[in-house]
């Protein structure tokens, strides 16, 4: 089972006190002033402090708790705490609060600030007592008119227990805030220029709640700048290549390079203090941030709290932990689920039971990715992991020539320490290089070649070359799993009535090919065993939708009995069924079915990106969302953290060509051909070459056909020179030496899909001529 989920709460005692007690220091200085602090031991019950007014509801003392209680929506409970001084709006507001009862997951209550007019309008921090929901947490106004406008949303790691404090917490600096639970900052935001100074006050909606321990300073320092969105979005170099990795300085670097994503810190303690590549953690990680993303290698076991609190202290939520040891990720996790993990792959050799062992870990420690190094790494490993949802950055990028390699073994990120490398070699590349097909996932088989969800149509998605092949599950009256995407049999089969309403007997007795054609007539509804069954020991992965609750458990059973662990992934649209799979099966790559509307402006755009990446990972799944859900600055944001996703479902060629443009890993689409008919890769005969000045040599070049079998062809190449410095000529396919010196030569090779030219491109020869 997942140690880090937040349905486990057995954790240590120290762990457990980590999640109620704030880990991080006070930004409050010693020439603050203390405004308010009220702990209600000495009011009356039923009585208010002196000067606190009820606005509207209910709210009073009660043994020593101030108690709102709203019973519906559309009756709030409000108290205003006027304010003689506000230090100007510039002020940290604290308070415990303890949900005691809602009508449902969805109610809230809120600390109000800046309020105005005793009243409205005013900002507020809201809690929902669901508060993993994606709007879980907002920072919200009440406006002029007395109407909301909800300008930021997050969510938290765990739902509002009953009768459990958290402490809540508002930094409000003219017009940044930053809002927090248990010391965990979950907004961050320059949105609060309306109202620049005000009262302070509390709120409950359709819930009872209780507050104490309140406390306002004056706050007279700084709150950092942020990005207009608030979400870093590291430059990296420009290049025409088609998903290019993204860059992590390795920790040698001693300076940082403007042209990279990410910077990777070797995290120990010594004597008690934190130090990140031999520098304090806490001076690296504030150096850090707004220019890269912080990933921490631990393998010091016991610092993980003090991790955490570094990671507090510094107000750093954008972070991935890495380690070999997959304890110390789950520790970390456990007190915090929104840092994002990754294996540290650092045994001596790589081989296929190596490769499955490696994707259990990778799921079941809640990571994604793994680091490894560039010796252990090859294009069919590489393709094994990312069929698996495991994203790969390949480490060891310190020359030019390893540099290529890296890029033509498929890596969705290369450590570094030499970066300016990668930053030459991400030039080199003619528009529209793929330097690997994306992952493809046949759509219920082949639906614009043959029925739908059926072992036609399985079949010959596998022998169109899918990568994966996509299926839904469903279970009949009389408890059989069978295939089937619609809650009846309607569409796709010449029957009717409720899949749930039918037995197995009936389903079978159903003809699911004549809709697509008198060719396919007498298909039958498959079971879900019997397409296991199907492709067993192929070099297939199977992606297995479930459109029913509560059959969780009878899939994985049917799985495991058929030994095909290490062939299968699962999705849903349920949420709730994906974490409970996660319980079931810890080890099995695991992916949340979703869409939404494209933000309109790139601020909002950021903002999701980043909430959405946090919500998956707090999940422990992968981001399954529709194509048109998202977009450029999504798929780069994702690449950046190490995250693989598959995306539905392409019917049509212009977004299909859009999204791979955008760097689009994993489509699931009805026209597998389209993508599989392509070559895979370039390979050469030679990476070195050397000429005399006059002499001349003729390179041909193989193309790889297909990720599943071992079979290269003769293919239509030319050659050309990244740099042209008059070292050689080319013509074709020969070389000429012209100049003593050296020479980067590449092999192109150009072809159709999807209506656009795109280029295949190989590793370099490195050509000297004497």
């Known amino acids: 089972m997942k140690t880090h989920s937040l349905r486990h709460l057995v954790v240590t005692s120290a762990l457990a006190l980590s999640l109620v007690v704030p880990q991080v220091s006070s930004p409050v200085k010693a020439n603050d002033t203390v405004i308010v602090n009220e702990s209600f031991d000495g009011i009356s019950n039923g009585a208010l402090p002196n000067g606190w007014k009820v606005v509207e509801g209910d709210g009073k003392v009660q043994d020593g708790k101030l108690v709102l209680t709203s019973p519906a929506t559309n009756k709030p409970a409000r108290i205003v705490v006027p304010l003689a001084d506000d230090n100007n709006g510039n002020y940290v507001f604290e308070a415990d609060m303890t949900f005691v009862s809602a009508v449902e997951n969805s109610r809230w209550a809120s600390i109000m600030y800046r309020v105005q007019n005793e009243n409205y309008p005013y900002y507020q921090f809201a809690v929902r007592r669901g508060m993993t929901a994606l709007n879980g947490l907002e920072f919200a106004e009440r406006t002029e008119k007395n109407a909301w406008n909800v300008t930021e949303t997050n969510f938290y790691r765990e739902d509002f227990q009953y009768n459990k404090s958290y402490r809540l917490k508002v930094i409000a600096s003219k017009n940044r805030v930053q809002q927090f639970v248990n010391g ?85 303690s010594r004597d008690g203090t934190l130090y990140g590549n031999d520098k304090l953690l806490k001076d690296q990680l504030n150096n850090l941030k707004t220019k890269k993303i912080p990933v921490l290698h631990i393998e010091q076991t016991g610092i993980e709290e003090a991790v955490v609190a570094a990671l507090n202290e510094t107000s750093t939520t954008d972070v991935q932990v890495v380690s070999s040891n997959t304890d110390i990720i789950k520790t970390i996790k456990e007190i915090n689920p929104k840092i994002r993990g990754g294996l540290v792959y650092d045994k001596s ?53 390893d540099t290529h390699e890296l890029l033509h073994l498929g890596v969705d990120g290369i450590v570094t320490n030499q970066p300016a490398y990668a930053v030459t070699a991400f030039g080199q590349y003619p528009e529209r290089t793929i330097i690997q097909r994306p992952i493809v996932a046949a759509h219920r088989g082949v639906p614009s070649l043959a029925p739908e969800n059926t072992m036609v149509g399985y079949r010959m998605a596998y022998d169109l070359g899918a990568d994966q092949i996509e299926t839904d599950v469903q279970i009949t009256k009389d408890g059989h799993l069978v295939i089937m995407h619609d809650n009846t049999v309607d569409r796709t089969t010449n029957g009717t009535g409720a899949v749930d309403q039918l037995t197995l007997e009936e389903i079978r007795a159903l003809d699911a090919g004549i809709y697509k054609g008198e060719e396919f007539t007498g298909e039958k509804v498959p079971t879900f065993r019997e397409f296991l069954q199907e492709f067993k020991g192929k070099d297939v992965v199977l992606l297995v939708e479930l459109k ?35 319980e079931i099966a810890p080890e099995l790559p695991i992916g949340y079915l979703f869409s939404a509307a494209e933000p309109k402006t790139l601020d909002a755009k950021l903002k999701n990106a980043k909430k959405m990446v946090d919500y998956g990972t707090r999940n422990d799944v992968t981001l399954n969302a529709s194509y048109g859900t998202v977009y450029a600055e999504f798929i780069k944001y994702m690449r950046q953290r190490g995250q693989m996703s598959m995306h539905w479902t392409f019917r049509a060629e212009a977004p299909f060509v859009d999204k791979l443009k955008q760097g689009l890993i ?47 062809e003769n293919i239509e190449t030319e050659l050309f020179v990244a740099d042209n410095n008059g070292v050689v000529r080319v013509n074709g396919n020969t070389i000429e030496a012209v100049a003593p010196g050296k020479a980067q030569v590449f092999v192109k090779h150009t072809f159709e899909m999807l209506g656009e030219e795109w280029n295949l491109v190989s590793e370099p020869i490195e050509v000297t001529v004497k």
Do not use: C
């Open 666 to 712: 994993g489509p699931i689409t009805d026209y597998t051909q389209w993508l599989t008919a392509s070559p895979i890769q370039l390979e050469t005969p030679l990476k070195k070459l050397n000429l005399n000045v006059g002499k001349t040599h003729t390179v041909n070049a193989k193309a790889k056909v297909s990720y599943r079998v071992d079979q290269r």
């Open 184 to 268: 965990e900052l979950v907004v961050d935001t320059a949105g609060a220029s309306k109202w620049l100074d005000g009262d302070i006050g509390f709120q409950a909606q359709g819930s009872t709640v209780q507050y104490d321990n309140v406390k306002l300073t004056s706050f007279n320092g700084e709150l950092p700048p942020v990005p207009s969105s608030g979400v870093l979005l590291p430059d990296e170099p420009p290049t025409n290549m088609i998903n290019a990795p993204t860059l992590i300085e390795g920790p040698r670097v001693a300076t940082y390079n403007d042209q990279t994503g990410s910077a990777l810190l070797k995290v120990e």
């Open 548 to 582: 029913d609750r509560g059959i969780e458990q009878q899939v994985i059973d049917e799985i495991k009995s058929e030994g095909m662990m290490d062939q299968v992934s699962m999705q849903s649209f349920y949420l709730d069924s994906m974490q409970l799979m996660n």
């Open 349 to 401: 050799a790589l081989n296929k039971h190596d490769l499955q062992q490696i994707v259990e870990e990778v799921h079941e420690s809640g990571s994604k990715m793994v680091m490894i190094p560039l010796k252990n790494l090859t294009a069919d490993n590489v393709y094994y992991l990312h069929n698996r949802m495991v994203s790969v950055w390949g480490v060891g990028g310190d020359t030019m020539a």
